[in-house]
């Protein structure tokens, strides 16, 4: 039930972009990202509850593709303070109050 | 300012010397989690309350327990530590998820990294 993300590592410069997927083999009703960085916490970035539902903050974006079962996280521009590693998070089924952890990426920005 | 404290950030244990690693909140949660976390891997869920039904996942070690006194506070028990359980476990709450709503985010506290000689 893990949902998949790709890829599993990004490297980039300062201001180039990047693209972040989430996929799930079961029906998605809803997708959490969060960001930690190296030695501290998972950091909460957005949820995304509906089909179609699009979302920003500052300027990481992401999308929900109800139909295709996965989410996308947009990263534009990117700034050093973006590296970290980026993981989905989708509702377990059954009504249960927890989340199931893609395997994450590892985004590195380099000055 | 709300928040989730872990405590102590840091712990060393000898090989199979009984650990408890704390968890309190000032968010008044509903729900609290417990994560283990090894490097560069997703937290793997150990076990969760729902203000205090407790919630074990079925691949969580005995060797594991929770215990939950009140809606601030929670513990993680490691009764008889191995080398394998050295990790970083992430303590993190919730409010309770409502229908038609999905899952309420997550708030994290810094973490306990836990070695194990």
């Known amino acids: ?17 990047a693209v972040i997927n989430c996929s799930s083999s079961k029906a998605l009703y809803s ?22 539902e699009q979302k920003g903050h500052e300027k990481i ?25 980026y993981f989905c998070g989708t509702p377990f089924t059954g009504g249960a109050q927890k989340l199931v952890f893609g395997q994450g990426t590892r985004l590195t920005i380099n000055p | 300012d709300a928040m989730v404290i872990q405590n102590p950030r840091y712990q060393v244990t000898q ?23 090894k490097s560069s891997q997703a ?34 028990d490691i009764r008889s530590p191995g080398l394998g359980d050295a990790a970083m476990y992430l303590c993190a709450t919730s409010r309770v998820r409502s229908p038609g709503t999905g899952l309420y985010e ?6 306990t990294r836990l070695t194990v000689t």
């Open chain 1, 61 to 85: 974006s992401a999308s929900f593709n109800e139909k295709k079962q996965q989410s996308s996280l947009y990263l534009t521009a990117s700034q050093l303070s973006y590296s970290g590693t």
């Open chain 2, 106 to 111: 997550q708030y994290f506290g810094p973490g």
């Open chain 2, 15 to 37: 090989f199979g010397k009984p650990v408890t690693l704390s968890c309190s909140q000032t968010l008044n949660h509903n729900v609290m989690y417990w994560y283990q976390q």
């Open chain 1, 31 to 52: 997708v959490h990202w969060y960001r930690q960085k190296h030695g501290e916490a998972p950091v909460f970035l957005m949820i995304l509850l509906k089909g179609g």
């Open chain 2, 43 to 76: 937290p793997k869920l150990l076990f969760h309350y729902y203000d205090k039904d407790f919630n074990n996942e079925a691949d969580t070690p005995d060797n594991f327990q929770s215990r939950r006194p009140n809606t601030s506070f929670c513990f993680l």
């Open chain 1, 1 to 17: 039930q893990q949902p998949v993300q790709s890829p599993q590592a990004v490297i980039l410069r300062e201001g180039e972009d």
